[in-house]
T-cell receptor, first 110, second 115 residues
């Protein structure tokens, strides 16, 4: 079992809808969690990170962390076709290394 | 500020040849990571350096793979001899390790094809 799990998708949502991306992790020692976006043929780029239970908002993006349930999510409001990409969830471990999930492919249809 | 710089961006080589990938981390960052990404296995951490010292190389797949970081501004990942199954995108990333939120930043990747 991978330490960070994501549904590979694709997740398809209509333009303007809320996209909800989910991630679970197995290492209870993980303290910080990161969401990266990766367009096809490009490198991962950081969207946001979260390390406290609850919600963290940044523009159209909201990250949610529930340490008791070992669950992290990313909500994208008012989804745009340009949001179509693979979203990678990552958690750090005691050695401060990031372990990535397999990614969820998001498709936003006009 | 310049981001993480990797070279070459693309390389096609024959099986059995030596491949050397290069990375210049972001200035001031104290940690460097080499990742490999394939469709089948996703993004895998190969090795992690902190202050130029290898901390964890448990992800290095075989003895054919080696990595060095002779100084804070340069690292190499070498594959010798290369095999077709080594074909992947190799990302270098760097970070400033802090007590929390150690964001890592990726280079644009080196796309390796071994034929």
């Amino acid at each position: 079992q991978k330490e960070v799990e994501q549904n590979s998708g694709p997740l398809s949502v209509p333009e303007g809808a809320i996209a909800s991306l989910n991630c679970t992790y197995s290492d209870r020692g993980s303290q910080s969690f990161f969401w990266y976006r990766q367009y096809s043929g490009k490198s991962p780029e950081l969207i946001m990170f979260i390390y406290s239970n609850g919600d963290k908002e940044d523009g159209r993006f909201t990250a949610q962390l529930n340490k008791a349930s070992q669950y992290v999510s990313l909500l994208i409001r008012d989804s745009q076709p340009s949001d179509s990409a693979t979203y990678l969830c990552a958690g750090n471990n005691a050695g401060n290394m990031l372990t990535f999930g397999g990614g969820t492919r998001l498709m936003v249809k006009p | 500020d310049a981001g993480v710089i990797q070279s070459p961006r693309h390389e096609v080589t024959e099986m059995g040849q030596e491949v050397t990938l290069r990375c210049k981390p972001i200035s001031g960052h104290n940690s460097l990571f080499w990742y490999r990404q394939t469709m089948m296995r996703g993004l895998e951490l190969l090795i992690y350096f902190n202050n130029n010292v290898p901390i964890d190389d448990s992800g290095m797949p075989e003895d054919r793979f080696s990595a060095k970081m002779p100084n804070a501004s340069f690292s190499t990942l070498k594959i010798q001899p290369s095999e077709p199954r080594d074909s992947a995108v190799y990302f270098c990333a760097s970070s400033l390790i802090r007590t929390s939120g150690n964001t890592i930043y990726f280079g644009e990747g080196s796309w390796l094809t071994v034929v």
